[in-house]
């Protein structure tokens, strides 16, 4: 048995010391990653409101126009029946 195959315990502790601080400073870096997506994902979400905002303003604007629309062709349709009624009154 050649003693520079084996480990000390001094040695395992050192390696598994060396080997939890890398993963530490690995997990730090993933969280600090994580949270650069989160905040890129927060400034979406904001522009999609405002956007959703501007949605909703034209399907309002959109629903005054179909009112205008409705009484303004009910509008017409009577005045086209009284001008209907006034020639069939003048015809007799």
């Known amino acids: 048995m050649d003693p520079s195959q084996f480990a000390t315990k001094q040695e395992l502790k050192d390696v598994e010391t060396n080997l939890t601080h890398r993963m530490d400073l690995m997990e ?8 650069e997506v989160n905040t ?9 409101e405002g956007v959703n ?3 909703e303003s034209v399907n309002t604007k959109i629903e005054k126009s179909k ?11 009577i005045v086209l029946v009284g001008v209907i009624l006034a020639a069939i009154r003048f015809m007799i």
Do not use: C, H, M, P
């Open 53 to 55: 905002t501007q949605f």
């Open 67 to 77: 009112n205008s629309l409705i009484i303004w062709y009910i509008g017409t349709n």
């Open 28 to 35: 730090a870096n993933l969280d600090a990653r994580f949270e």
């Open 40 to 48: 890129k994902f927060e400034k979406v979400n904001t522009r999609f």
